[in-house]
């Protein structure tokens, strides 16, 4: 009697496992792009998230955060957050959210989401993503689907250089033949050269004019 109810058992534990793997479904998402750790991510970038079922749009906090309801009378996270990675070191996950960037959420398919932050981000910064508050459906259940919330998934990135730009040069005035020319700049040259050329170049004058107090 005992082994006969053992079996039983046992089958009964089999048929609850065969049943939850086949009508279950993990609520899974990750970034598309950017991916994780990549380098000279635009400062302007769209966030590319992809979930393996279907997402469920009621979820997404579209207008995070909006007027009528500002980011501290939400108790809700945004559905993607970005926030520069020294920060979030320093602080509690559930505070991430009064200092996220702002931005646009746009669902493009049943499985994609982007979104694009209002404002460019800082160069040179590291920055933490990160999937917060964002529910799927799982359309495999029979009747009525089931919506499961997203684990958090996170990524860190790095934003390009800033942009060259020239802080100080005596170019201007016509230079002589044993003159030198200098132009400083704000941040190290990786070549003298770009893919317009030469980033200083010197053309001889043949003839030099003066009217007044102008040279030309």
């Given at each position: ?12 534990g ?6 939850g ?8 998402a990750?970034?598309?792009s ?64 009064f ?6 959420f746009?669902?493009?398919?049943d ?15 590291s ?8 529910c799927?459906?799982d ?43 200098f ?6 040259l ?7 050329g030469d980033?200083?170049s010197i ?14």
């Amino acid at each position: 009697m005992k082994k006969l109810l053992s079996l039983l058992l046992l089958s009964a534990g089999i048929v609850i496992l065969s049943t939850g793997a086949c009508f279950g479904q993990t609520a899974e998402a990750w970034f598309q792009s950017p991916l994780n750790e990549e380098q000279g991510v635009p400062l302007a970038p769209t966030l590319v998230v992809k979930t393996q079922l279907k997402i469920a749009t009621s979820c997404i906090t579209f207008e995070y955060p909006d007027v009528a309801e500002s980011v501290y009378d939400n108790p809700h996270d945004p559905s993607v957050v970005i926030i520069p990675k020294m920060l979030a070191d320093s602080l509690a996950d559930s505070l991430w959210r009064f200092f996220a960037e702002p931005g646009t959420f746009s669902v493009t398919d049943d499985n994609t989401l982007e979104f694009t932050p209002l404002s460019p981000l800082a160069p040179n910064t590291s920055y933490l993503a990160c999937i917060k508050n964002l529910c799927v459906i799982d359309t495999t259940t029979p009747g009525d689907h089931d919506t499961l919330m997203v684990g958090d998934t996170y990524i860190c990135f790095n934003t390009v250089e800033p942009l060259h730009e020239l802080m100080a040069t005596n170019i201007g005035p016509p230079v002589g033949c044993d003159g030198k020319v200098f132009a400083a700049f704000n941040r190290d040259l990786s070549s003298p050269t770009t893919g317009l050329g030469d980033i200083i170049s010197i053309e001889k004058v043949d003839d030099i004019q003066m009217l007044n107090n102008e040279i030309t």
